[in-house]
């Protein structure tokens, strides 16, 4: 077996133009690696400059590499998605040291609240429970990331996989 396998092809369709591309797994690294080798933007293609076994055809091999995949991305989704967009499940950890209560205190998102003003979001409050059944309410610009949640995580691993953009 070689280092990188191939278990899916697509294309990103864009307004004018298109992107094709084939995923690949990287057993050694224990990474997901999208290979762009063509587009309808110039001639030509761009040959992947590793060899590697293709089992694109093979659905259950194909299948087996896919989840092989999705468990690599799954440790790829806190790296990439960073502390952007919470949402409920979310761990997270008040870290604002102009916060005076539940400074340091880590809980799960069980709610989030947006104050609005002509449409667009100006806050997020979060609220939950610690670890001890204590309620917390603080602001969203109070808190760094944890722990994404699973749906989450199994929702942008899932479009790391086949390739697609996370945001």
Do not use: C
Request: net charge positive.
């Amino acid at each position: 077996m070689k280092r990188f396998i191939a278990y899916y092809s697509g294309e990103n369709n864009y307004y004018n133009d298109s992107d094709f591309y084939t995923m690949l797994v990287d057993t050694k690294e224990k990474k997901v690696i999208k290979h762009i080798w063509g587009t309808t933007r110039f001639a030509g293609s761009v040959d992947f400059a590793h060899e590697y076994d293709d089992v694109r055809s093979d659905l259950k091999e194909s299948q087996k590499y896919e989840e092989l995949a999705t468990e690599y991305a799954i440790n790829e989704v806190p790296r990439r998605l960073g502390s952007f967009n919470l949402e409920e499940g979310d761990v997270v950890k008040v870290t604002n040291p102009r916060v005076r209560k539940f400074k340091g205190e880590t809980f799960k998102i069980e709610e989030v609240r947006a104050f609005k003003k002509f449409g667009r979001i100006i806050s997020e409050t979060l609220i939950g429970i610690n670890e001890t059944g204590e309620t917390i309410k603080t602001s969203a610009s109070n808190v760094e990331i944890v722990k994404h949640g699973r749906y989450k995580t199994l929702r942008v691993a899932r479009r790391i996989v086949v390739g697609l953009s996370i945001n």
